[in-house]
């Protein structure tokens, strides 16, 4: 057994040893952020730590709202999404650069004004980038699952993952979760109502197979052509 300075001592290195990693991390990102070419830097909203929290309403005056994509993969939902929404800007934020550039590309090719891009890996970081209250509508479309148990570690939605996202909502913000694999919506329908924060809008445990007038994923259709249901939860910020 250890004596408690001992214990203390562990505790002290350990967490001096997670903001090391937690350092370099950020830098990673900030590089990769830099490396878009000009152009593509109109549609980026850089990962520059010294920029935040970024303040949407200021520095996007033009727009009424603010909706939040995590995940957008090749983009083809976030596209169709900012033509529905004219009056709002997108921020989508993915991992895999080769997806933002081809989705920028896309963007320019539709003459898309309202979505900025970020080259985030949002386990490695999310809090501090948006200010409280910056968003109206948040969306996680087909998460990667992770379906064993000692991969659960990586899936986006957690317990402390909702805490943040309630962080940058407004009350009455929309966030919506959609996944065609049936343990992993179970488990974020606990985490949602379990949330003294949030609200199936929809009625406790319920969940609906699609939305009318919503723009489909890549991945829901994918999954819908290989026969799979989906299922979409929303909840309201209270
Ligand atoms: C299964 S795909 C779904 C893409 C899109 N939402 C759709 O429904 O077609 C999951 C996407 O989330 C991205 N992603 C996974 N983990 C992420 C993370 N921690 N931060 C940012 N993006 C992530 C992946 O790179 C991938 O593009």
Same mark, same amino acid.
Request: aromatic content about 20%; hydrophobic content about 20%; glycine content about 12%.
């Given at each position: 057994m250890l004596a408690a300075s001992q214990a203390i001592g562990m505790n002290i290195s350990l967490s001096m040893k997670n903001e090391k990693i937690q350092k370099k991390l950020t830098e990673i990102l900030t590089q990769r952020s830099r490396k878009f070419s000009e152009i593509e830097k109109n549609y980026i909203l850089p990962f520059e730590p010294s920029n935040f929290p970024y303040f949407l309403k200021k520095n996007f /005056? $033009? =727009?009424n709202g603010f909706i939040l994509e995590i &995940?957008? &993969?090749? &983009?083809e939902f976030t596209l169709e999404l900012a033509k529905q929404n004219r009056d709002s800007l997108i921020i989508a934020l993915e991992k895999k650069k080769k997806r933002i550039i081809r989705s920028i590309k896309n963007q320019k090719k539709e003459n898309i004004e309202n979505i900025r891009w970020m080259l985030l890996d949002v386990s490695w970081y999310f809090e501090d980038i948006f200010a409280e209250n910056s968003f109206d509508h948040i969306i996680i479309n087909f #998460?990667? #699952?992770? #379906? !064993?148990k000692k991969h659960? !570690?990586?899936?986006?939605?957690?317990e402390n993952f909702l805490n943040s996202i309630t962080n940058i909502s407004k009350n009455g913000t929309l966030f919506e979760f959609a996944s065609d694999y049936w343990p992993y919506i179970y488990d974020a329908l606990f985490v949602i109502e379990n949330s !003294? =924060?949030? $609200? /199936?809008i929809n009625g406790k445990g319920v969940l609906l197979n699609n939305i009318k007038d919503r723009p489909e994923s890549y991945f829901q259709k994918l999954k819908t052509e290989e026969g799979e249901n989906t299922y979409f939860l929303q909840a309201e910020k209270l």
């Open positions: /005056n $033009q =727009y &995940g957008s &993969g090749w &983009g #998460p990667d #699952p992770w #379906p !064993k659960h !570690k990586h899936r986006i939605l957690t !003294k =924060y949030w $609200q /199936n």
